[in-house]
């Protein structure tokens, strides 16, 4: 199920200013990578890119090659909406669906995509509550509106939400920093058990976070404001952070910079 | 003196030796209210200055001058000042809800008279100048098919073209269409009034019907249309930008198509304010004269066709009998008027029912 994802060459636009330029590395299957950097570097940009989110703003673009398995993602007749259901992503803050209920929000993604028989819709929703650790938190209450969670259960809903559609990858942009010691920790164990099954892919601020949850880890940085960011090493978790090759990302890493 | 003044304010405020504050009885603020109207009345009818309005507000004055000052001496001088400033903005919503209510008065006592069964079943056919009955139910069928046509004409156009603006259009189109949106919301009524009158009635209506113009419900429906649309699309359009951008987002990043995003997700988010909007605009509509004396051309008798011939409407009835001759005209104004005001409050009430049903309850 999970995906090999590779990037060549990506560069992403804003309008006329450049995000991020030639980032080149390769994600394999069934592991964590996490993308460290000082705030403006370029991670999240990277990462809306890898699904194509990026686009969505006004005036965003992308060059180079991103590929999933071979398969370019930025091809012509490539379907955006397939990109996205076969790459999914939660978001840094929780996003649940206000007027669904849990029950709703967990298969927004099937129902929205023409799967209407109940049955399917109520397997589908305790197997993701349950891999997202809710299921006991939340399957007396299923019909409560998602917005009555508090913020950790709603994160983990939106993450349930989002491998409710089974996608071979799975993006986390920040998906801890709204949340409490308890919930990241919540979401840190879910992400160990969800290694088995999907690519995953997480921007964190928090470095603690990236040497505890994550296989590799990539340092992006800028040189200055305005310029574009580049990433600067990409290695095994272990090796960046307790022997980097580059001195930008110990002064990183030790805090001595950014 | 200035200097001083200005270092004294600049320096920290002294530390209170204690929280507790010494707090005027809960009975002072009402006690002075009391005590200002009756000095207020002394004052006016002692020198025959004037009536009770200017007993209350004088009494009014007096008691803000009174309360600052009492609690300027027993609790301070910030206290005061809220205690004033409070006073103030209650004074204001009194004053703001002074007309609503002696409006809402006016209508219930004065209409209360020919509220009435008869009113509800006949119209105004054959009825003549001494003729004491007489009734509503050609204008109230006018009215109801009249905004109903214009509703649907409006809504999906409006709502749609709110979309357009806020989720696909982008340059110089998108901002055309929201300029003249603009610009629509301005027009007088008597102008759609014209305009429907000019291109609808004598230019459109003569295919119909023969070659000669006529006049209908129809033609009123368009002319409310004109007023509605700018009104729907405004508001529709202020709700769909208050959906944060991470709902979107966050349906994007599940595989769903983004038309289907804007109807599943963004639109019931903001189901609640278009309805509000919606209602807005029909209330507005129903109460609009002009257009519909100028292409519906009113009529006394019952035409539930809104397609051919005349119609009348509950607005254009209360503009016709209070401007008519007969003693029991003003009694059927003042009943049309409190009607339209009912059926718009109820069509309200009922459409925030049905939005709010969809809504999950806390």
Request: a positive charge; glycine letters at 8%.
């Amino acid at each position: 199920m999970a995906k090999r994802v590779s990037a060549s060459n990506v560069s992403a636009y804003y309008g006329g200013f450049k995000a991020i330029e030639n980032i080149n590395l390769t994600v394999e299957p069934k592991t964590v990578t996490a993308l460290i950097g000082p705030s403006g570097c370029g991670k999240s940009t990277f990462l809306r890119s890898i699904n194509r989110m990026h686009e969505v703003l006004p005036g965003a673009r992308v060059e180079g090659s991103l590929t999933i398995d071979d398969q370019d993602i930025y091809d012509r007749d490539v379907d955006v909406t397939a990109v996205r259901r076969t790459i999914g992503m939660v978001f840094q803050r929780p996003n649940p669906f206000p007027t669904m209920s849990i029950f709703e929000n967990v298969v927004a993604g099937l129902k929205l995509n023409g799967v209407r028989k109940k049955s399917i819709l109520e397997d589908a929703a305790e197997k993701a509550l349950r891999s997202a650790n809710l299921w006991d938190e939340v399957k007396d209450r299923l019909g409560k509106p998602g917005a009555g969670l508090s913020g950790g259960q709603q994160q983990r809903l939106c993450i349930a939400r989002t491998i409710a559609v089974e996608p071979q990858v799975v993006l986390m942009d920040e998906p801890c920093s709204a949340l409490d010691p308890i919930s990241t920790l919540a979401i840190e164990d879910l992400m160990f058990q969800l290694k088995d099954k999907f690519t995953i892919i997480i921007v964190t601020h928090n470095m603690q976070q990236a040497a505890r949850v994550s296989d590799r880890t990539a340092f992006f940085s800028i040189e200055k404001t305005g310029d574009p960011g580049r990433l600067i090493e990409y290695d095994n978790t272990q090796k960046i952070f307790s022997n980097p090759s580059v001195k930008k990302t110990e002064d990183y890493i030790t805090g001595r910079f950014g | 003196m200035t200097t001083t003044a200005t270092s004294h304010r600049t320096r920290p405020p002294a530390q209170p030796a204690s929280l507790r504050a010494r707090r005027l009885p809960w009975y002072a603020a009402p006690a002075i209210a009391v005590a200002a109207l009756a000095l207020s009345a002394v004052i006016v009818y002692g020198t025959d200055i004037g009536g009770p309005v200017l007993v209350v507000v004088l009494g009014a004055i007096l008691y803000l001058a009174g309360l600052f000052a009492a609690a300027n001496a027993v609790e301070g001088r910030r206290s005061a000042r809220n205690r004033t400033w409070s006073a103030l903005i209650h004074s204001a919503f009194v004053l703001a809800v002074l007309p609503l209510v002696s409006v809402v008065w006016t209508l219930v006592s004065k209409g209360a008279e020919r509220f009435d069964a008869n009113f509800f079943q006949t119209s105004m056919n054959n009825i003549g100048a001494r003729d004491a009955n007489g009734g509503a139910y050609h204008a109230i069928v006018g009215t109801l098919e009249q905004v109903g046509i214009a509703t649907l004409i409006t809504v999906p156009l409006g709502v749609l073209c709110a979309i357009y603006i806020v989720e696909y259009g982008r340059g110089k189109f998108a901002f055309a269409i929201r300029f003249f949106v603009d610009v629509m919301t301005g027009i007088p009524s008597i102008v759609s009034g014209l305009f429907v009158l000019a291109f609808w009635v004598l230019v459109v209506s003569p295919w119909f019907n023969d070659g000669r113009p006529s006049f209908s419900g129809f033609a009123a429906a368009l002319a409310l249309s004109v007023l509605m649309l700018p009104t729907i699309v405004r508001s529709t359009e202020e709700m769909l930008r208050l959906v944060p951008a991470p709902l979107r987002e966050g349906a994007y990043a599940l595989g769903v198509p983004k038309w289907k995003t804007i109807l599943r997700v963004v639109v019931p988010t903001a189901l609640p304010g278009i309805v509000t909007g919606v209602m807005l605009a029909i209330a507005r509509a129903a109460g609009e004269t002009a257009p519909v004396l100028l292409v519906a051309g009113g009529g006394a008798a019952i035409n539930t066709n809104p397609f051919e011939n005349n119609q009348s409407s509950l607005s254009l009835f209360v503009y016709q009998q209070a401007g008519d001759a007969s003693k029991y005209a003003p009694a059927r104004a003042w009943t049309a008027a409190l009607t339209l005001v009912a059926l718009v409050l109820i069509l309200t009430i009922a459409a925030k029912l049905l939005a709010r049903r969809n809504r999950l309850s806390r």
